[in-house]
């Protein structure tokens, strides 16, 4: 199965784990302004699928927000809601991959991606694209999690039915499921990609029982 297919598959896995549970993105993007109270400008979500925290963004700023993803169908659809919500004079989309942005130097006043370091074919050359287009002083985060406000119950049950989901589909799978998303993984990536001024927050793939399960796992960053 490739790159692709593996996210496409995630990502429905993740869209059943959610129903009858709050809407996650709200609490990703509260913690994305939190914590990198980013300037008005142009914003970047990339593997933004079709569109989740990228529309939201864009619902909570002024801002122009490009969503990033090699998957059209996904960005047709994401371009859809966005003029369905009137937000199209806002919101751009662009396929292409993450090791590859098509953008120029210096241009982004965010850079956000929320779940798709993990699929990546080359994350420490992903990195240095996104350190790239960050402008100075602009921060980036990267990796996943549920929102630290997203309720308990609802980040214990949610990451209950993932770990089981994985589990269910292939123990390899469920190996390199919490491979990915360990903290020296993420410090690993860092280092390879040249940032020396990072920080990992979080450890992914929690024990469902644990108060603090589905806070997840972010590299943040600010380009000097």
Aim: positive net charge; glycine residues 12%; proline residues 4%.
């Amino acid at each position: 199965m490739n790159r692709l297919n593996k996210r496409q598959g995630c990502r429905h896995a993740q869209r059943e784990l959610q129903e009858r549970l709050p809407d996650i993105y709200p609490y990703v993007v509260a913690d994305i302004l939190r914590y990198c109270k980013p300037d008005k400008g142009l914003w970047v979500d990339l593997g933004s699928g079709d569109g989740g925290i990228g529309l939201e963004l864009a619902r909570e700023s002024g801002s122009t927000v490009v969503l990033i993803d090699p998957n059209a169908e996904a960005l047709g659809k994401a371009a859809r809601k966005a003029a369905g919500a009137g937000l199209e004079c806002r919101v751009l989309t662009v396929a292409s991959c993450a090791e590859a942005l098509p953008l120029p130097d210096g241009i982004a006043d965010l850079v956000v991606s929320r779940g798709s370091i993990f699929f990546w074919d080359d994350s420490p050359e992903g990195l240095r694209e996104v350190y790239r287009i960050l402008r100075r002083g602009a921060r980036a985060m990267i990796g996943g999690g549920l929102g630290q406000d997203y309720p308990q119950w609802a980040r214990q049950e949610f990451t209950r039915r993932r770990h089981e989901d994985v589990r269910n589909r292939d123990p390899g799978a469920y190996a390199e499921f919490k491979r990915v998303r360990h903290s020296d993984t993420f410090k690993r990536w860092a280092q390879a990609a040249g940032l020396s001024d990072f920080t990992v927050v979080g450890e992914g793939a929690r024990n469902p029982a644990r108060a603090d399960a589905g806070l997840g796992i972010w590299l943040r960053f600010t380009k000097e």
